[in-house]
C-alpha cells in the first residue's frame, strides 16, 4: 500500500526535522558547557561533580548522536555546526566563574529545558505516527527527568 503524502503530513515532517535539529545544537552546546564545569568545578564537592559532569558530556555526546542519526534515518539533515548549533539552541554557553552550586542550578534547568522541548517532539513523532522517534525521545526524556530528580536531591530539595 502506497504512502500518499499531504500539505500536513510534509508540514509535520519539517516540524519533526526542526525539533530534532534543536536537540542536536541543545546537545551539542550542552557537551561543551558540561565540559567548562567539569574542567572548573572548586570546593568540597570537587571529586562528585567532576565526575558527574563527565558523565553528563559523555551522555550528552551520545544524546546528540542518536538525535543526529534518527534525524538522517528519517530523511533530515542534522545541524553540524557550531554556527548552527548556537543559532537553533536554546541553551545558554557558560558564562565562567560559576561556583559549584550555580553549575548544578544551570544544569537542572537546562535538563528542564530538555525535557520540555523534547514533549513538543514527541506529540509531533506521535502526530505522525513515527512510533520509532517517539519511543527514542519518551527514553530520552525519561532519562533527563531521572537526571533531575538526581541532582535536586544532591542539592538536598
Known amino acids: 500500500m502506497e504512502t500518499v503524502k499531504t500539505n500536513a503530513n510534509v508540514d509535520a515532517a ?19 558547557k558540561l565540559h567548562n ?21 559523555n551522555a550528552a555526546a551520545e544524546r546528540m548522536d ?10 533530515g539533515s542534522p545541524a553540524a555546526t557550531m554556527r548552527e548549533h548556537l543559532e ?3 541553551v545558554a554557553e ?9 553549575m548544578v542550578d544551570i544544569v537542572i534547568r537546562d535538563f528542564r529545558t530538555e525535557a520540555s522541548e523534547l514533549e513538543e517532539a514527541i506529540e ?14 519518551i527514553g530520552l526524556k525519561a532519562a533527563i527527568e531521572k537526571d533531575v530528580w538526581m541532582l ?6
Not at 519539517?14 to 530534532?20: G, V
Open 14 to 32: 519539517a516540524e519533526l526535522h526542526r525539533a530534532l535539529n534543536k536537540q542536536v545544537a541543545d546537545w551539542s552546546v550542552l557537551y561543551t
Open 37 to 57: 564545569f567539569h574542567w572548573y568545578v572548586k570546593g568540597t564537592n570537587f571529586f562528585t561533580l567532576h565526575a558527574k559532569f563527565e558523565e553528563f558530556y
Open 66 to 75: 542518536e538525535v543526529a542519526e534518527r534525524l538522517l534515518t528519517i530523511g
Open 88 to 90: 537553533l539552541t536554546s
Open 94 to 102: 557558560a558564562k565562567g566563574g560559576e561556583t559549584a552550586e550555580e
Open 124 to 137: 509531533i513523532a506521535g502526530a505522525l505516527e513515527d512510533k520509532a522517534t517517539e519511543d527514542m525521545l
Open 152 to 157: 535536586e536531591a544532591y542539592l538536598g530539595r
